[in-house]
C-alpha cells in the first residue's frame, strides 16, 4: 500500500530536511490500538529525502490486518508533508522484516509493554 504523492507548497529558504527532521516530525504520532507513539514503537522503518522535495517514509503496522493502518498511513503522511522543504511525500508500508517489538520497539515501551 502506498498513499499518493501529493504536493505541498513549497517553503522558503530551507535546504532539504534530513532523516532526523522526518523522524521527529513523525513522534507525535500515536497508535492507536496501543496508545504509543509509534515512533517509540519502532514501525518506522526508513525515512528518507529524495530529489526535487520527495520525502519517503517506509513504515510497518502492529499487525498485518491493523484496522488504522489507513489512518496510520493518512496521519504520516500529514506530519511529514508540513516538514519545511518537503514538497511531496511517499508513504508505503511494509511486512518485511515483520514489526518486533521485543526487537523494535524503544526500552521505554519494551518496559511499559512488560517485554523486559
Sequence with gaps: ?????????????????????????LKPIIDPEIGIAIVDLGLIYKTE???????YVLHSLTSPMCPFG?????????AVAKVPGVKD???EVTFNPPWDPKTMASDDVKMMLGIF
Excluded at 500500500?1 to 517553503?11: E, F, K, L, V
Excluded at 529525502?49 to 520525502?55: F, K, S
Aim: proline share 11%.
Design 1 to 25: 500500500m502506498d498513499t499518493n504523492i501529493t504536493p505541498n507548497s513549497p517553503s522558503e529558504g530551507t535546504g532539504a530536511p534530513t532523516s532526523e527532521q522526518l523522524m521527529e516530525a
Design 89 to 91: 511525500v511517499k508513504v
Design 70 to 78: 489507513p489512518q496510520l498511513m493518512s496521519e504520516i503522511h500529514q
Design 49 to 55: 529525502m529524495l530529489p526535487d522535495g520527495l520525502a
